[in-house]
């Protein structure tokens, strides 16, 4: 078969009326937790565009990152492959040294015929593996943005990024609208190939710096507080919590501005909001709307003050837990949720899947499409995260189970949605069901959990760094 024919032939499964395999739109947020509108993290963030995508799509309320931060979570995704495989735990690991002969997602689609464009972060910085893109736009903080930044006057808690507040500053000089412009010009086109766009948005990352118009749309005054019990952690293994995020949370509460902070990131996530209302929008004005997949997801999840904690990096609901959508024309219609368990690790062979291309062995999870054809289908889902050997958590539909070297969690999670009772903390008084519980959960977690030693990415030699970044095979875009 040559190429145009096998092209053509992409695609028979699940767009069998169409004659050109699906184009994949795929959006990547960075740090946006289910603070979205439909995914009932916090009914005050407004997010009407997230909502309208929603409309369209499947929306998986039970979707886990396997890992809790940028990197090793972005890595597992493009990889397919499990941190507990990889050894990709960090921030600071070279990706590559652990998944060396890995065709990442954008790559496999390349090599099936599609033309794969990028723009902005995708991976973590500095490792964004060029070269299974033909096009890229690179990250790049725009100077009136920085300038901006250093005009702003930081909040009382601000520590290095932990900051908040408004930039007199017009979107369009914000850097993520570099991406929403890139997007929307590859949207706006007819293409002879079938295209995967993947676009990296950086916001809700902090700084939760964002142009004034999206902080007046929320008074401090009027931000509820997350659920909270103040003693929660009394009860979980030590390794368990981070104490980066007390520290931050003593700041925060001290200096009286957990309302304040909690308005800057309702304030970037609305900005976010509004960006990708602006690349849905080119998509729906463009030639492509009928016959283009959205996939849209948040890295990992945020913790604004839950268990005295901040930011991501453990391993509870609140940092585990991440927005997905896909949606999927002639899949399904879109509009209703599905409540299985499913994990970032299950992207890739859904992807593959959905657009026809053939499944690829040794990937982690497994292909959503069932779910997309019917969600209230039965599905054995669970959610594994990793934090690092030792440091592991699964969640399914009714439960949590965590194990730490220092101690084990359990957490009903139908009774007890918060996870503020730890039914592990004292294995003495389990009951005979909890403890089959554990154990079932225990049994499904991996059976091993690579300890490989990875070079931090920052000390590699600069043609190293260089090697592991790769170039796009056409060059670099401008924006
Ligand atoms: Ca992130
Ligand atoms: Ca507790």
Redesign the pocket.
């Known amino acids: 078969m040559n190429r145009r024919q096998f092209v053509a032939s992409l695609g028979a499964t699940a767009f069998a009326q169409n004659k050109k395999a699906p184009n994949v739109l795929f959006i990547a947020v960075d740090d946006l937790n289910d603070w979205v509108e439909n995914f009932g993290g916090n009914p005050q963030s407004v997010t009407p565009n997230m909502a309208r995508l929603g409309a369209r799509a499947i929306r998986f309320q039970r979707a886990y990152c396997n890992a809790p931060m940028c990197n090793p979570s972005r890595a597992s995704l493009m990889t397919g492959l499990r941190p507990t495989t990889t050894g990709v735990y960090n921030n600071s690991d070279t990706w590559r040294d652990g998944a060396p002969d890995a065709v990442t997602l954008p790559e496999y689609f390349m090599n099936h015929g599609y033309r794969v464009l990028g723009c902005g972060k995708l991976y973590h910085n500095s490792q964004p593996d060029y070269h299974a893109f033909h096009e890229y736009l690179p990250e790049s903080h725009p100077a009136a943005e920085a300038k901006a930044e250093e005009s702003h006057t930081p909040a009382k808690s601000a520590q290095s990024h932990f900051d908040w507040g408004p930039l007199d500053l017009a979107d369009e000089e914000m850097e993520d609208y570099r991406y929403v412009r890139y997007t929307a010009d590859v949207l706006g086109k007819k293409h002879a190939q079938p295209f995967f766009m993947a676009c990296g948005f950086k916001k809700p990352h902090l700084p939760w710096y964002v142009p004034r118009a999206y902080f007046d749309k929320f008074k401090e005054s009027d931000v509820k507080l997350p659920p909270y019990?103040e003693?929660?952690?009394?009860?979980?293994p030590k390794s368990a919590i981070l104490q980066g995020g007390l520290r931050d949370h003593a700041r925060v509460t001290k200096n009286d501005e957990w309302r304040a902070a909690i308005r800057g990131y309702l304030a970037a996530i609305n900005f976010c909001d509004a960006n990708v209302g602006r690349v849905l929008d080119a998509l729906d004005k463009g030639p492509n709307a009928r016959d283009t997949i959205v996939v849209f997801w948040g890295d990992h999840g945020w913790q604004l003050g839950e268990?005295n904690q901040w930011r991501k990096f453990t391993l509870w609901e609140r940092s585990c837990r991440a927005p997905l959508m896909i949606s999927a024309p002639g899949v399904n219609a879109g509009g209703a949720d599905c409540l299985r368990v499913v994990e970032f690790v299950d992207l890739y062979p859904t992807m593959l899947d959905l657009c026809g291309l053939p499944a690829k062995a040794g990937l982690a999870g497994k292909s959503l499409v069932p779910l997309l054809k019917d969600p209230k289908r039965a599905w054995d889902g669970a959610g594994i995260t990793s934090d690092g050997p030792d440091k592991i958590t699964i969640r399914t539909e009714g439960w949590r189970y965590g194990r730490f070297s220092d101690g084990e969690e359990l957490y009903d999670e139908r009774a007890d949605p918060h996870?503020?009772?730890?039914l592990a903390?004292r294995p003495e008084t389990m009951t005979a069901e909890q403890k089959k519980v554990r154990n079932q959960l225990a049994t499904r977690l991996p059976k091993s959990e690579s300890r490989k030693k990875l070079r931090p990415f920052e000390q590699l030699p600069k043609e190293e760094k260089d090697k592991v970044k790769g170039k796009p095979r056409e060059g670099f875009a401008k924006g």
């Open positions: 019990l003693n929660d952690l009394d009860d979980v268990k996870e503020w009772k730890n903390h």
